[in-house]
């Protein structure tokens, strides 16, 4: 006879214990599956839903009342600093990516096409100014073919 005090022994009759327990459970819901409700039926889905629902509110409640001892004060000045930052921090954190990644899509400035477009555009604009310029002085400065001006 072996020692029923013994580690191994004790092991072996626990695995031998639960293989038969867990053979016999499946032999007994093998031999009633007719008792069991058909899961398809409208009262057995109703009653399933109804089931759920209550324990999800259940959970919600729970999940709410644990967070409530958690959460800090919204209303905290502190609280609303702190909001702030992190928004500042992510807002500027995602406008970096957004230039990072639209910086790929920009010209080589060094292309000749590049630059000779850039300085087209800048003679136009330099001209225009210069043109703006001109008119300006003209309203202010006296006409030089007028006879007045010319006598003095």
Known sequence: MPD???AQVQDAT???????????TRKELKENDEELPDL???????ATIKIQSAYKGFQTR?????HKEIMPDLNCAQVQD?????QSAYRGFKTRKIVKEQSQ???????ADVVAATIKIQSAYKGFQT????????????????AQVQDA
Do not use: W
């Open 82 to 86: 702190a909001t702030i930052k992190i």
């Open 40 to 46: 398809d039926a409208a009262d057995v889905v109703a």
């Open 62 to 66: 729970k999940m709410i009342k644990k």
């Open 105 to 111: 899509d920009m010209p080589d400035l060094n292309a």
């Open 131 to 146: 043109r703006k310029m001109v008119k300006a002085h003209k309203e202010i400065m006296p006409d030089l073919n007028c």
């Open 4 to 6: 029923l005090n013994c």
């Open 14 to 24: 626990l695995k031998i214990q639960s293989a038969y327990r867990g053979f016999k």
